[in-house]
């Protein structure tokens, strides 16, 4: 992928996207887009996965469980670990917490936010020595996750009198996205602000760079200087501390057996709506078809039937798909560390009071464990690894885990390029460490759990209200061992080729509602930017404003930049989307081929060549989009509107900086990206 000086600044030549062939069209357009505590182990940890629907505007149920308060003054446990978590890994690092607080000698609670009433955080002071940790993740573009929305508007509110909370914050986030931990610094700033003492500097992880040796270098310093605060002297005890114990089940009746549901049993062969995260539709595949046209990559259209799932969606929303490993990468698995996939075990919390009873749904075959709740195709974590080292029987393999796995220089960098840098997932670790057998059970405890992929849906519901549609590119790659990795997602969809619709293939989906919209009047022009599979969402753009003029309404001005490779082989929907251009449906698209000519040409190289067209647009009000690569493409563009308003709106580049704060606040310039 290209960096920012792979921009052109000079872009001119050989212009004339696609437009240019079409200029008998008419106008062009416009645009406008976390001891008293301490005292003895105890074990703990916490529950759900994350992602709840934060546009539905329903009521957050808070049930019996709701007062942490309580909770931890009969639990004895002083410390309380909050996560604002989407994919998982907020969550993951609230255990990974808990666990070095037991080993320390402390207890502590984990809570989901969205499943408690926060507002108790004013009287954690009636808990002696009580702390407050909060692992908070920071979702798109600068928001808070879906299950910290609501702790996320008490804040803000700011009324709440948090005098005697003692706190620290680790953020999540990812520097390719413009907010970068937002939320972190938010939610550290505001509860200082309302009378909190922190106890420790807050924490910020980058996904983009090495998010696991920020959160290991910070809780480097994190636990002597909260064990200092607190009088606490640390045990030094490193071994590993099982959460849950393994009960090999083998009377249970089948039916009581999981398969793979996401959370209630049979709930994918016995669909009830409303469709959810937990719950999601059984869709069957209608279509699926290739885009490209030679060239090495594969670009899926691939259509979902929602027929009589009551599920609705607005173009711009986004689809989860809930994928299932590879079997060759399950098989090895249990090859390797030699046990039958067949068995069915549950894992159970050893802490009777965890409101989390296991780490995924149980009772299951080990089979159904690997192949549907378990992340086995990404890098290991350190924690896995330090934790598996146990069972090397070469006191070699066992010292080369452990010193990958610390947080020393020499440890961190060994990480970095033998696992990270190397793609090893945990079948690759096994495979290079022959002496490492670690029991499959405590591996499936140790493991996160696999997350459902989301994808931009590239169809309107005015014209598709039965289908979902997306456009995604297989994800394959060698890596530095040789070895072939498999994107999870991709590769499992590639195979589902409809073959009549009783032999539909049928692949679970359920809908995240975005604030990625359309213009609420139909008449305000807008502007969309979307290299190759971030053309996805204007499909589905496009579509609706088609829909519209059918049905005899005004539209505003509709204008596409899109960007690909070579016009012979990934200019996606090019048929579509000349039809496009050829009703008047697209006012203008404008087409950067990146690869048919010596010197790179990309849609800011377009932007920049079409200033005027897109100044005018800007001032008549239209709102600009952008969809897709959140590292360099979305950068670059942003730089390029930056640009374009400072000179033709004949502003200071401060002024323009303000005018694009402006137009960002009023959701006229929106991002859907991703890295
Ligand atoms: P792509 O085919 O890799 O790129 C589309 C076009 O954008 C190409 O012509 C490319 O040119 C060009 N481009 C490269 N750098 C650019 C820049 N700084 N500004 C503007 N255009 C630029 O597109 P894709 O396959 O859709 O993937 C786009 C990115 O999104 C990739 O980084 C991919 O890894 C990522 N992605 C992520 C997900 C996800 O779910 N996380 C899904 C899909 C894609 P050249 O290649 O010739 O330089």
Request: with cysteine.
């Amino acid at each position: 992928m290209s960096s920012i000086d792979d921009v052109g600044t000079d872009s001119v030549e050989e212009a004339a996207p696609y437009i240019g062939l079409l200029d008998i069209f008419v106008l062009s357009a416009c645009f406008g887009l976390g001891v008293y505590w301490f005292f003895f182990k105890g074990k703990k940890k916490e529950e759900p996965i994350d992602i709840k629907n934060y546009n539905i505007a329903a009521p957050m149920t808070k049930a019996v469980d709701s007062s942490f308060i309580q909770k931890m003054k009969t639990t004895h446990k002083n410390i309380i670990i909050f996560y604002g978590s989407q994919t998982g890994t907020a969550e993951e690092f609230a255990g990974r917490l808990a666990k070095d607080a037991q080993r320390l000698g402390m207890k502590a609670l984990i809570q989901d936010p969205e499943e408690c009433e926060m507002e108790d955080l004013t009287s954690i002071k009636e808990i002696e020595n009580s702390f407050a940790i909060f692992c908070m993740a920071t979702y798109g573009e600068g928001d808070p996750t879906d299950n910290s929305q609501e702790f996320y508007d008490w804040l803000q509110d700011g009324t709440a009198d948090l005098d005697g909370l003692k706190f620290a914050v680790f953020g999540l986030g990812n520097k390719t996205y413009e907010h970068y931990n937002e939320m972190g610094k938010f939610v550290d700033k505001k509860l200082e602000e309302l009378g909190g003492e922190r106890l420790f500097d807050l924490g910020l992880g980058d996904d983009d760079g090495n998010m696991e040796d920020d959160f290991v270098t910070w809780k480097e310093q994190f636990w002597p200087s909260v064990c200092e605060h607190f009088g606490v002297e640390a045990t030094g005890d490193e071994s590993s501390i099982r959460q849950y114990a393994v009960v090999v089940r083998e009377d249970i009746p089948e039916e009581k057996i999981y398969t793979g549901e996401p959370a209630r049993l049979n709930s994918l062969k016995k669909q009830k709506g409303p469709f959810d995260t937990k719950n999601p539709f059984v869709s069957r595949v209608q279509t699926n078809r290739e885009l490209h046209h030679g060239g090495e990559r594969s670009c899926m259209h691939i259509e979902f039937d929602i027929t009589d799932s009551k599920i609705r969606y607005e173009s711009g929303d986004h689809v989860a798909v809930y994928p299932i490993n590879n079997a060759n990468l399950v098989n090895g698995i249990a090859k390797i560390l030699d046990q039958n996939l067949d068995v069915v075990f549950s894992l159970n919390n050893v802490d009777e009071e965890a409101s989390k009873k296991h780490p995924f749904p149980c009772p299951c075959t080990y089979r159904t464990a690997l192949s549907f709740y378990l992340d086995i195709t990404n890098c290991p974590r350190t924690n896995v690894l330090k934790d598996i080292s146990e069972y090397c029987s070469d006191p070699k393999d066992k010292e080369f885990l452990l010193k990958i796995s610390s947080a020393t220089p020499e440890g961190k960098k060994e990480y970095s390029d033998w696992v990270v840098k190397s793609h090893r997932n945990i079948l690759a670790i096994l495979e290079d460490i022959p002496s490492c057998k670690p029991p499959l059970d405590h591996l499936c405890e140790l493991l996160p759990r696999l997350q459902a992929r989301y994808y931009s849906i590239s169809s309107s519901p005015k014209l598709h209200p039965n289908s979902i549609h997306i456009t995604a590119v297989l994800v394959e790659y060698k890596t530095l061992t040789n070895r072939t990795n498999l994107g999870v997602a991709t590769s499992w969809l590639k195979d589902k080729i409809p073959n009549g619709p009783e032999n539909a293939p049928k692949v679970p989906v359920y809908v995240r509602k975005s604030q990625f919209r359309l213009p609420f009047k139909h008449t305000v022009p807008v502007i969309m930017i979307g290299p190759g599979t971030g053309l996805a969402p204007f499909r589905g753009f496009i579509q609706e404003r088609s829909a519209l003029r059918k049905d005899g309404k005004d539209v505003g001005e509709t204008v596409l930049f899109f960007g690909c490779r070579k016009a012979s082989e990934d200019f996606i929907y090019q048929d579509e989307l000349k039809e496009y251009v050829n009703n008047g449906t697209l006012t203008d698209m404008f087409v950067a081929f990146s690869r048919d000519q010596e010197k790179k040409r990309y849609v800011q190289d377009l932007l920049k060549e079409e200033a005027d067209t897109v100044w005018k647009l800007i001032e008549k009000g239209a709102h600009i989009y952008v969809c897709g690569d959140a590292r360099n493409m979305a950068p670059d563009v942003l730089k390029t509107i930056r640009g374009i308003i400072t000179e033709k709106g004949e502003l200071t580049s401060s002024a323009a900086e303000d005018y694009l704060k402006k137009m960002q606040s009023k959701g006229r310039y929106s991002c859907d990206v991703w890295s």
